[in-house]
């Protein structure tokens, strides 16, 4: 009989903690606009993802600027984010236009216009527009 009360006990905590954590769940993705994540807003912008896993970002009042379609998404810096899907990363600008697809294996960031990419194994500069630059 006390192994019965035991493992009662086991189950009602067990299934009450899930369900608290469904909740918790729930309750973050209302604050965060229906969103299981949404992140701080940088140049008026935040990244978001879904429940689907996929990763956008919205304005103050929102409104999706840049649909959640990506695996990953960085913070917006100098008027550019950071956008990954499957492996290659590329460039999307502040009105959710991508300014460079997807198609590097890393692009690091912008610094003086500049910033280095890693391409096929080859690293480079590039300028915002997608063009090989010098240092």
Not at 19 to 37: C, I, L, T, V
Request: aromatic content about 12%; charged content about 25%; hydrophobic content about 35%.
């Amino acid at each position: 009989m006390k192994h019965l009360k035991t493992l009662l006990l086991i189950c009602v905590l067990g299934f009450g903690a899930n369900a608290f954590a469904q909740k918790a769940k729930e309750k973050a993705e209302k604050n965060n606009g229906g969103y299981e994540f949404k992140g701080p807003y940088y140049e008026g912008l935040a990244r978001v993802k879904t429940s689907e896993k996929k990763w956008g970002f919205v304005d103050t009042t929102g409104n999706v600027v840049v649909k959640p379609k990506y695996n990953a998404v960085e913070n917006f810096s100098d008027g550019l984010a950071r956008v990954r899907t499957g492996t290659k990363w590329g460039l999307v600008d502040k009105s959710g236009n991508e300014v460079i697809k997807p198609t590097f294996d890393a692009i690091y960031e912008f610094v003086n216009g500049k910033a280095q990419v890693l391409l096929n194994g080859e690293k480079y500069y590039m300028n915002k527009q997608g063009q090989r630059v010098d240092k």
